[in-house]
């Protein structure tokens, strides 16, 4: 009797959770990224990103469903793409970095110049003809494009007339726009990995990745937090035309910043991307700062002095406490810190907790970072 009644209740349930999947919805956490949501529903899975650029009112819907499997009534207006995607062309460096911490780099097929690409791999496929050259921006060739058939091309947008994807969505080829550069948090940019696991059917792998990178980044945020140091002063950037471009307080370079214990001179601005200021103003307030990071072009600090002389009242380069994120540049000048960096907010973090505080982290050796030596 106790047998037919757990058999029945077991059935039961399951009628109950089938008829609740086909007719509900269920959306993917997302722990920091802002730019895409997921949902689950009508057995296929809806994903849309949002605010692809600043002040953008554009969105773009992608529905993906099982390669083979019919296509829902109801979503005209939906990019559909069959899964798992087996053909990709990369027209954006950060692409390669996802793919590879997914060891989907296999699947890659075509990639925009080769000239701004770290990875050891592709450019090896590439100069061995078995990764195409399709271009970049407006000398896209759209015509290698198609002959290369791919299930999805990846790029991103800006909103301006060099964006690709209006000219591949015109040759009718299937578009994925990311966003993972608007995100201002570290983790929300390294959580897009979720999106690639979405389209290659490996969400559980892009989940498992994803929660080991956030348990680390966040355990040693959390080591610095917990100390009893002083935080020294830091400065970014070098001027560009006249400018200054500085990094908000809650920008994905004021919260990397800030999460390494450091005192950033412009944390108190409420901005998330970067902003010009004067050069005086800089000057003033940056003059006695500890450290100096991401100076541009600079690979010495000779270089710093020669670029303009009221360089040389700095404290920061006095010192020689300047630190530059080229530590892993190819030949051809492609910065791997865009590109593998993206997917490694935890190793971005132990960079900079050893920079400014290296009794945290006495065994860590700089991976993306670098400082700059005398000359």
Known sequence: MWRTVRGWISGFLMIIFLLYYQGSVFALELRWAKGFVVEKKDGVTLVSVRRPWVDSAVEFHYLLKKRGEPTPSGYTQWMVVEVPVRRVVALSSTVLGYLDQLGLLDHIVGCSDPTHVYNETILREAAEGRIANVGMGTSLQIEELLALMPGIVFTFATGTFRDSHPKLLEAGLSVGVMAEYMEEHPL??????????????????????????????????SRVAASDKKKPSVI?????????????????????????????????????GSKPVDIEVVFARGLDAEFWLN?????????????????????????????????????????????????????????????????????????????????
Do not use: M
């Open 236 to 272: 970014t950037g070098t001027p560009f035309h006249g400018q200054w471009y500085i990094a908000g307080g809650n920008s994905y370079v004021g919260r990397l910043l800030a999460d390494a214990g450091a005192d950033y001179l412009w944390k108190e601005t409420q901005y998330t």
């Open 188 to 221: 929300g940019r390294a959580e897009w990995i979720k999106f690639f696991g979405l389209f290659f059917d490996c969400e559980k792998r892009a989940e498992e990745i994803f929660a080991e990178t956030e348990r680390r980044y966040l355990a040693l945020a």
């Open 295 to 375: 100076p541009g072009v600079w690979k010495s600090v000779n270089q710093g002095r020669d670029a303009d002389p009221r360089f040389r009242q700095f404290k920061a380069l006095v010192v020689g406490k300047i630190f530059n994120n080229n530590a892993r540049i190819s030949k051809t000048g492609a910065n791997d810190y865009w590109e593998s960096g993206v997917v490694a907010p935890d190793i971005l973090l132990k960079d900079l907790v050893s920079i400014f505080h290296p009794y945290l982290l006495p065994e860590h050796q700089l991976f993306y970072y670098t400082q700059l030596p005398e000359r």
